[in-house]
Each structure stands twice: as structure tokens, then as C-alpha cells.
């Protein structure tokens, strides 16, 4: 009886729906919460045993099942359950995938399944309202300590503003929505709930880094500049759909990690810098967690002159680390060298995906700004 029962389990998981993991889209799952009536990675699983008053769960194969948890499965699965708990999910709200971080991860499945925000629309307003005020821990721009800050978001005037003092009137800083990106740091920043947002000042890169303790409330920030991001779009491109719109709301960076580099003059001998590749920006940092970039170059496509080559001209001396990467622009050339092959080959790649896709019109006008930059 146990094993019809669990080959009934195993059965149900070759129906569409639950082919992915219901809440990362993981392939294969083989977990299932028999509460919920969902199948879900080994991952996921993890989260889910962390609110039991809500999902309780069972490994597929290696677990008993009784005969009402196969019929309660089989009642839902994931299609189903899609279809209710995901009912009213707003365009802009990030859904996390397999690669994604812990705490969006789990912020996600809480929100689905405990707070039942996608069902009960009124409890979307931290994100939605087009208004958030808080304190958030910002990372001090030259000691490094993390010092509590007022941050205000403001639809309506188009910025995240934050202030030194929660009484003072001007804020430290204004950073347009329009130039805005949010993106989970949680190794580099040395938090699990680690936030970088950077905005464009004189059309360089700015990065701030903070954190809220509360999982929650720090994820409730990320969506509500998702969604100051889409309205912003919304209003600035009226034709455009949803889904062209989503993809823009905010970035993960394609590449990022230490490289050795050379000056312009290539004599100047190779020093250790972090890097970064956000979109067609290549940036670099002294120390990663830098406020602004030393130098940022902008990766164009191979029609418009920019090549990715593997290795450094043979004459080239002075770096430590042996596996180089020389990038070809229309004004110079830069030489680079990764630790280790794999380093190399995980950046090759990601240069190349910038290379090979032709550039848009308004990447031209970006282009333009670097050529003008001293
Ligand atoms: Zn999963």
C-alpha cells in the first residue's frame, strides 16, 4: 500500500504544472507540502519547514504518504495552487529564481503563502502606495560602519532621498528613480539582508549599501522601488507593455569579482581591482564596497568596434595572475588578468553577451557620454 501510495506521489509529478519547483521554478522538484498541495525543490523545502503553522512537508521518495495528503495533492498541485495564492501578484513584484538569495526566496514563499498578500491585494500597501518612509542601516562612506538613516520614497517627486539626521530638513542625498537599480549583495555587503542601490550622478555609478533586520521590511523597500520604477516607466515609454516594462524595473549584475588591470599606458604595471559588469557598464573599485567606481567602460557591440579577446598581446608584462582578457575599444584597448581559469572564462562570457547583442538607440547616446568623459 505505502509504495502504490508514493508511486501515486511520483506519478502526480509528471502532470505540467509540477514539472518546476512551484515557488523558484527549479526543475524536477521532489519535495511536496502535503498542507499547500504543492511540489517544491529541496531549497524551497527548507523554507517551507520554517513556518510549519502553514506548509508541512515530505521528501516524494523518501517519505511515507497517507491516502488523504495523495488526494489533497493531487486535488491541487502546482497549477492549481498558482492560480490562488498568485491570483493578484503586481507586475513590478520581483519573483525569485533558483539563483536568487535566500531572503527573496523566502520573503516570496511568506508572502504567497503565510501573509497571503496576493490574494488580500490590501496587503500590498508597504510596496504599492507610491510612498515609503523608514530607517534602513546605511554603510558609512569612509569608515564602513553601518549607521541608521531616514530613507523617503517619493513617487511623486521621482526620488529615494535619504538624511544624515531624522530631524534635518535637506536630505544628504536625492537619487532619481529614473537612474535608480536595487540589487541583493548579501556576500559582498556582509549581510543576509544586504542591498545595493546605485543611481547615476553625472552619469557615474553611485553605490550606497543598507540593510533592514527584518526581512520583511527590507524586501517590502526593494519591491517599492520596483514599483516607483514602473510607474516612473510607465509614464516615460506609454506604449509599452507589462512585460517589456518588468525586465527594466531593476538589474543583477552579469559579472562581478576581482581582476588585475594595466593603465592606459600599459607600462604602468597591473593592480588588483574589483570589478563589476552592469550591463554594458564594466566598473572598477579599489574596495567593493567603494561608494563610486574608479573607472567605468562602456562595452559597446562588435559592430560598433568593441571585441572580447582571450589572453594579452605576448609582449605584456607586470601582472601576477596568468589568465588574461584583453577587451578592444573603438578608443583603446584594455588588459586584464583573472586568478583562475574559471574566473576567466565566467567573465569571457559575460563580455561577450554584451558584445554579440547589437546596441540599442539609447545605448548610442550612452556610448556618446563615456567618449566625452576626461
Ligand atoms: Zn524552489
Partial sequence: MAKERRKAVLELLQRPGNARCADCGAPDPDWASYTLGVFICLSCSGIHRNIPHVSKVKSVRLD???????????????????????????PFYYRPSASDCQLLREQWIRAKYERQEFTHPERQEPYSAGYREGFLWKRGRDNGQFLSRKFVLTEREGALKYFNRSDAKEPKAVMKIEHLNATFQPAKIGHPHGLQVTHLKDNSTRNIFVYHEDGKEMVDWFNALRAARFHYLQVAFPGASDADLVPKLSRNYLQEGYMEKTGPKQTEGFRKRWFTMDDRRLMYFKDPLDAFARGEVFIGSRESGYTVLDGLPPSTQGHHWPHGITIVTPERRFLLACETESEQRAWMEALRKVVDRPMLPQEYAVEAHFKHKP
Fill in 64 to 90: 511515507s504518504w497517507e491516502d488523504v495528503q495523495v488526494e489533497f495533492l493531487a486535488s491541487r498541485g502546482n497549477a492549481v495552487a498558482r492560480a490562488t495564492f498568485e491570483s493578484q501578484v503586481p
